[in-house]
């Protein structure tokens, strides 16, 4: 079969056989056109070939993807760049790459943890960087002090019972992430600060009208854990970052105007670098939002007998609120929601690490086992005091108890045993799977007979039928459905072809994936 490779400006004619393999034919044009190809940790370089305005993958066949005598390919050499390491999200199960290159390792984890808060939406405060064999990264050391090489996996982990409250929080879910909120009023209101930074970042406008009827403010720092508040000289810069931070970063122009629409403080709020809400859009170039800003700031704001100039508005405003605030303090002694001597502080490198991202059946179950070593282990002993104590002196002096043995003696009680988790944590390389998302989608089965064929009424040919399928879900790893979705996404990129056309080349690649099997 005679075709033509379109290459650089070339149009040459091969003579190549229908069943072959676009692998083989990659390899045929490389030794003809003598092309340099590469593939290492820092990146590749390789050929790509399309026909119809889609990419033929290497496992394909010619005549499979609808190539027919004269049909014209064309040849692309890509360059690829890799990911210099990745990050696994344990909230989200993703695995987060960073570009870059060699030198990014001579930075500090601070400044990765920087660049995984704009990718992932977290505050810096919420979470920490490990390796996979568990040692923890703190921010004032550089990537080179823990030994990583290209390509390498990180974990990011978050606070223990914290999972759920996250994951609510990326999915702007207002009911989940009220049920997973603290009871303790300190932490309450941080995680409150920390649900309307993650809402400003993914644009969940129901979410942050909802915190911030709650007195959440946009213009207020998300700051630390309250366990890290005595921690101060290793603060990382980025707790100085506030909501409507995060909003201009990523463009979301209507958390934008909800938080100016509620509190014009936000207008001239600063970062640790000295960066507002609008330099931020200049950085960022999101037009919309710098419009907006640019709008708000030079606008005047009109009373009754004076007009005021927005820059004096906000001075103005700023003074009435700081004293407002004093005047309350004063007044009503209300508490001020900081650490207080007896809670509990974590000092990196000094204390048990509480970010080892611990859901909250395992957090609570945790507490649970402590709180039942302890009371068996001062039971015994707090029983014999109390009946040394209840017995007159004569017959104290005389009595002799003997102590019980530990737990570690007896081994595990059967409250132990239920506490036990009935389930392990699951592989990485299980958890970090390539998704894909269909370009086309079907038609939702709403009863349990659409799936089947109208004529097939026997109860032999229904069993027939769902084996198939349970055969077929077993050893492919998808449902029938799914797979459908997928071929026709695949097809689909063929644009330049009919639909009826893209319609038979889905069939023919899942009936070849089925002979596969």
């Given at each position: 079969m005679k075709v033509f490779i379109a290459f650089d400006g070339l149009c040459e004619p091969f003579d190549i056989p229908g069943g072959q393999t676009v692998k083989k034919v990659k390899q045929m044009l490389k030794d003809y056109f003598h092309i340099q190809l590469s593939d290492d940790k820092q990146g590749r370089r390789f050929l790509e070939l399309m026909f119809a305005g889609g990419v033929l993958r290497d496992e394909w066949v010619l005549r499979d993807a609808g190539i027919t005598l004269c049909s014209t390919i064309k040849c692309i050499v890509k360059e690829e760049e890799k990911p210099v390491l990745y990050v696994f999200n344990t909230v989200t199960k993703e695995r987060v790459p960073v570009m870059g290159n060699i030198h990014l390792f001579s930075e500090t984890v601070s400044k990765l943890k920087s660049l995984l808060s704009v990718k992932c939406g977290f505050p810096v405060s919420v979470f920490c960087l490990r390796t996979l064999e568990g040692k923890e990264m703190y921010d004032c050391n550089t990537l080179n002090d823990y030994n990583l090489d290209l390509g390498v996996t990180l974990r990011m982990d978050v606070w223990n019972g914290w999972k759920e409250f996250l994951s609510a929080c990326v999915l702007g879910h207002k009911q989940n992430v009220q049920r997973y909120l603290s009871k303790y009023e300190t932490i309450l209101r941080f995680q409150q600060r920390v649900a309307l930074y993650i809402a400003a970042h993914f644009g969940h406008l129901e979410l942050a009208e909802w915190l911030q009827t709650k007195g959440v403010r946009a213009d207020v720092a998300v700051g630390v854990h309250p366990s890290r508040e005595w921690c101060r000289d290793t603060d990382h810069l980025d707790i100085g970052k506030c909501p409507v931070h995060a909003a201009a970063e990523n463009g979301q122009l209507l958390l934008i105007k909800s938080f100016i629409a509620r509190n014009v403080l936000c207008l001239d709020c600063q970062n640790a670098l000295g960066q507002t809400a609008l330099k931020i859009s200049i950085h960022h170039g999101h037009k919309d939002c710098l419009l907006y800003l640019i709008m708000k700031i030079w606008s005047v704001v009109s009373f009754p007998k004076v007009s005021l100039p927005m820059n004096i508005y906000i001075k103005v405003k700023k003074w009435v609120y700081t004293t407002q605030k004093r005047v309350h303090r004063l007044k009503k002694w209300a508490p001020q929601f900081k650490t207080r001597v007896g809670d509990p502080v974590v000092v990196d490198g000094f204390?048990?690490?509480?970010?080892?991202?611990?859901?909250?059946?395992?957090?609570?179950?945790?507490?649970?086992?402590?709180?039942?070593?302890?009371?068996?282990?001062?039971?015994?002993?707090?029983?014999?005091?109390?009946?040394?104590?209840?017995?007159?002196?004569?017959?104290?002096?005389?009595?002799?108890?003997?102590?019980?043995?530990?737990?570690?003696?007896?081994?595990?009680?059967?409250?132990?045993?239920?506490?036990?988790?009935?389930?392990?944590?699951?592989?990485?390389?299980?958890?970090?799977?390539?998704?894909?998302?269909?370009?086309?989608?079907?038609?939702?089965?709403?009863?349990?007979?659409?799936?089947?064929?109208?004529?097939?009424?026997?109860?032999?040919?229904?069993?027939?039928?769902?084996?198939?399928?349970?055969?077929f879900s077993k050893y492919s790893g998808q449902t029938p459905r799914q797979s459908a979705v997928y071929f026709l996404s695949l097809a689909s990129e063929f644009k330049e072809k009919p639909w009826l056309r893209q319609l038979d080349m889905a069939k023919r690649l899942a009936r070849k994936s089925v002979h596969n099997l």
């Open positions: 204390t048990e690490s509480k970010m080892t991202s611990k859901d909250l059946h395992g957090y609570y179950q945790d507490k649970w086992r402590k709180v039942v070593q302890t009371s068996r282990a001062h039971s015994s002993q707090a029983i014999v005091n109390a009946i040394i104590k209840l017995r007159p002196k004569t017959l104290r002096e005389r009595t002799t108890f003997s102590t019980f043995p530990s737990l570690k003696q007896t081994g595990k009680n059967p409250i132990q045993r239920r506490c036990q988790p009935a389930w392990e944590s699951p592989n990485i390389d299980d958890i970090i799977t390539d998704s894909w998302t269909p370009h086309i989608s079907l038609p939702p089965i709403t009863e349990i007979c659409n799936s089947r064929p109208r004529n097939l009424r026997s109860p032999h040919a229904a069993f027939l039928l769902n084996s198939s399928l349970e055969s």
